[in-house]
């Protein structure tokens, strides 16, 4: 897949610009939103994991998956332990363990008032740092008392599908270091593929912003050539930047 969408032509290798994995990163997040079928696989795997069934010792493997993509809803409080599981959406991460324990506390039903199912509001802050315990209040607690129960966390409805669990896989792989992504770049790309331009337009654009285009610059540090300074005006050396921005003809353009 990855030599078909480098190469110039049959028989014409051509340059691999960025890693096959970058390709695969999904397009909010900057990349093309190939499929990286390992992920894939797993995502289907999961998905049979899901079901009460006799498959799932064949998919033990993909419980990391599972395990990350559940959490637990609150009713009554006391089958969700306050430190081990996860109950509180956006701080899924450390599942509390870089908070002090409080050893009368290990229950989510040990945060909330049996009397009114209202939270332990100044308890919570005693424990909790100031944004998790906002996140705590936030959680609706029902009038009506019910079990707890656990819910996938990946759709609208809570149930598992393929395509959440495909996208959780990313997430929990993505590397911000590799990529630099930040909130505005995301918004920058989700605009760019929702936008009404032809397809050929927007894979230009996304070549600019990753900086892949073939560019005299490029070249030379893909060793295919020394002569860096632009054809054009014979003044600067030709990158993207000064292909569409500073070149004199571009300008005059």
Same mark, same amino acid.
Not at 118 to 139: G, Y
């Given at each position: 897949m990855s030599k078909f969408w480098w190469q110039k032509g049959k028989g014409r290798k051509g340059i691999h610009w960025c890693s096959w994995s970058d390709l695969c990163y999904l397009k909010e997040d900057g990349g093309l939103g190939f499929r990286d079928l390992a992920k894939f696989n797993i995502a289907l795997l999961a998905k049979q994991g899901n079901l009460p069934s006799l498959t799932w010792r064949s998919v033990w493997s993909v419980r990391g998956l599972l395990e990350k993509g559940v959490y637990c809803r609150v009713g009554r409080g006391d089958q969700i332990s306050v430190w081990d599981d996860l109950w509180i959406l956006g701080n899924e991460a450390d599942r509390l363990r870089d908070h002090v324990h409080n050893g009368n506390i290990q229950l989510v039903s040990d945060l909330i008032e049996d009397s009114n199912r209202?939270?332990?509001?100044?308890? !919570?802050?005693? !424990?909790?740092?100031?944004?998790?315990?906002?996140? !705590?209040?936030?959680?609706p607690l029902a009038e009506i008392v019910h079990e707890d129960f656990k819910v996938w966390r990946g759709e609208l409805l809570s149930e598992f599908t393929v395509r959440s669990a495909y996208k959780l896989l990313h997430e929990s792989s993505f590397d911000p270091n590799s990529i630099n992504l930040q909130t505005e770049s995301k918004k920058f790309y989700q605009k760019l593929w929702n936008s009404n331009i032809p397809s050929k337009v927007k894979i230009l654009v996304w070549r600019i912003s990753w900086n892949i285009l073939p560019s005299l610059a490029n070249l030379k540090l893909k060793r295919v050539l020394d002569d860096v300074r632009c054809p054009r005006c014979h003044q600067s050396e030709e990158n993207s930047f000064h292909i569409f921005r500073s070149c004199p003809i571009t300008v005059e353009a």
């Open positions: 209202a939270w332990k509001s100044t308890v !919570i802050f005693c !424990i909790f740092k100031a944004d998790v315990a906002r996140k !705590i209040l936030q959680i």
